[in-house]
């Protein structure tokens, strides 16, 4: 917090200050409706909403980073503590803090121990998988509460739930698409429009309540949020000693994806403000005491919204004090009378959660990876169909899985080249690329990936390969400019690969040994027993073995086999 607290300057309190207050303004709503997708009260969006950001404040490196409940962890707390509680009893909400608890600690325990690395096994596809079919899983599970009563056939439809639902739904549309462009035609600042538009939901809100109130709504059976405690969340220290296992699990998992979707918010916003720098660590330190905070008030899991950060950014945010003043304006809100929110229909806030979900279904990954990889996209839309079909816990592990086996299948699998010399220079390019010439009895291979257990094997059968296709070869030439390490297994294969060029009477060769690899190498017995050469670069190794060097060529520059 010293970081941006010492150098604070007063030019920078006014965009804070708008920043603050259009964020609270969207955080009501939002907080509330979150809270339903966790299945449990609105006015716990509210508390959640109020400590954790203040937190984050102290140890989080993003100037813009708006933290509190989000519609993905809502829902993976809701999939969580459906097996073991009922929804709106006390021992649901108990549990949900607890399981706040159980993330904020995992967060922090990595930020302590610079683990944040480990975020970067999830690859972007996945994440977006992951992204589509949560949002789907979620607005799917609003539509009962869209138009108040199951959907079922045979049902007699609720007409007063279904016009304000489904009105709302159509405004909040219009406004997301619309609002902005008119607004600028109308000659609002651009910044100005964008962030109109993103207020539309609390407009619809107090519509909605105007509504309700005016018309009699509740009586004619509209569900509404019901009496919303006065008062500031109180010191919360409730745990159930029963579920401490059950919830672990789960908490790994929901700790991961909070670190994995702010910091992908985070990171987006970084780059707007001119590559502002993000200590991942810190930002862990940050999220886990945000939500121990959380479970310390009552409230759940919490992570940083792309969306409200979006919000506080556009709005002029540049501090974190924005997000504090957002932070105490709700509490402001909770102290004030709170019948007000009493009216809130419940039909609106869960078109207010469509429409937020229905914004996370960015299929533009989806096109690209379809193009470029289509090992990335299966991995995408396998991710997606596991949400959808398994649930969030088993999505988010089926997208894992897939991301390490394409990991280690491309791996295992490097990309070899033959090389030939592309004529009058001394540059060596892919055969099948260029027009590049070779010389009888002289295989030239590149090796474009490191040499592992995983992948020995598959790199020695290709080498057999291309032996037998180029018969007559008496050198040949591994050129590991593209190798950064070579493992235990590797050397033995490459050991045992010189054993059996040996035995068919041909030399094997390397060229372009990267420093790193060469110190590992010198510790072995290959360079020992190698029955060929070490050469400083292939085009050297072309020069020597080919019988025409080039003029001016030092022989030296080929090293002994045993001496490199």
Aim: net charge positive.
């Amino acid at each position: 917090m010293l970081e941006w607290l010492r150098p604070y300057r007063r030019a920078a309190l006014p965009g804070d200050i708008s920043a603050g207050i259009v964020v609270a303004m969207m955080m009501i709503p939002q907080g509330m409706a979150y809270a339903l997708v966790a299945g449990l009260p609105p006015a716990v969006g509210i508390y959640a909403s109020i400590i954790p950001p203040l937190l984050y404040a102290l140890f989080g490196t993003s100037t813009t980073q708006s933290v509190g409940p989000m519609a993905i962890i809502s829902l993976m707390t809701a999939s969580t503590l459906a097996p073991l509680a009922t929804p709106g009893t006390a021992l649901y909400g108990v549990l949900a803090a607890q399981l706040a608890l159980l993330s904020g600690l995992v967060l922090l325990l990595c930020g302590l121990l610079r683990i944040g690395f480990l975020a970067n096994f999830f690859s972007r596809p996945v994440m977006s998988g992951f992204t589509i079919g949560s949002a789907i899983v979620i607005a799917w599970g609003q539509l009962r509460t869209l138009i108040g009563g199951p959907i079922e056939l045979g049902m007699r439809p609720h007409w007063p739930s279904i016009l304000l639902g489904v009105g709302s739904l159509v405004l909040l549309l219009a406004a997301r698409s619309h609002l902005a462009p008119l607004l600028r035609r109308l000659r609002v600042p651009a910044a100005a429009a964008d962030v109109g538009s993103k207020l539309a939901p609390i407009a619809v809100v107090l519509g909605a309540m105007a509504l309700v109130q005016q018309l009699g709504l509740v009586q004619m059976g509209v569900a509404t949020t019901g009496a919303v405690p006065t008062g500031l969340p109180g010191l919360n220290l409730a745990t159930s000693s029963q579920h401490w296992q059950a919830l672990l699990q789960p908490a790994l998992l929901i700790g991961f994806m909070v670190f994995l979707i702010s910091m992908s918010g985070a990171q987006a916003l970084a780059l707007k403000r001119g590559g502002e720098k993000l200590v991942s660590n810190r930002e862990l330190v940050g999220l886990g005491a945000a939500n121990i905070g959380s479970a310390l008030t009552g409230g759940f899991p919490v992570t940083g919204s792309l969306s409200r950060s979006a919000v506080n950014f556009a709005a002029g945010a540049n501090t974190q004090l924005a997000s504090m003043i957002t932070a105490g304006l709700l509490a402001l809100a909770l102290v004030l009378p709170t019948g007000w929110l009493a009216l809130l229909p419940l039909p609106t806030l869960a078109a207010t959660i469509i429409v937020a979900v229905l914004g996370m279904l960015d299929l533009s990954t989806l096109r690209t990876a379809w193009h470029y990889d289509r090992a990335d996209a299966l991995a995408l839309l396998a991710t997606a169909g596991g949400v959808l079909l398994l649930g969030v816990e088993a999505g988010v592990l089926v997208g894992v899985a897939l991301s390490m086996v394409v990991l280690i299948w491309r791996a295992s699998r490097p990309h070899i080249a033959v090389l030939g010399r592309i004529h009058g220079t001394e540059h060596f390019r892919n055969v099948e690329r260029y027009s590049a010439e070779t010389t009888p009895g002289l295989l030239m291979l590149r090796v474009d990936a490191g040499l592992f257990f995983g992948n020995v094997d598959a790199v020695n059968e290709r080498i057999d390969e291309e032996l037998v296709a180029h018969a007559g070869t008496r050198h040949l030439v591994l050129v590991l400019s593209a190798v950064n390490a070579i493992d235990t297994s590797a050397l033995f294969g490459l050991e045992e690969l010189n054993s059996s060029l040996n035995r068919r009477g041909v030399l094997m060769h390397l060229a372009e040994v990267k420093g790193p690899v060469m110190d590992r190498l010198k510790e072995s017995d290959l360079l020992g027993k190698l029955n060929g050469q070490v050469f400083l670069s292939a085009a050297i190794a072309w020069d020597q073995l080919a019988g025409s060097r080039a003029a001016g060529t030092p022989a030296a520059a080929a090293q002994p086999a045993g001496k490199p």
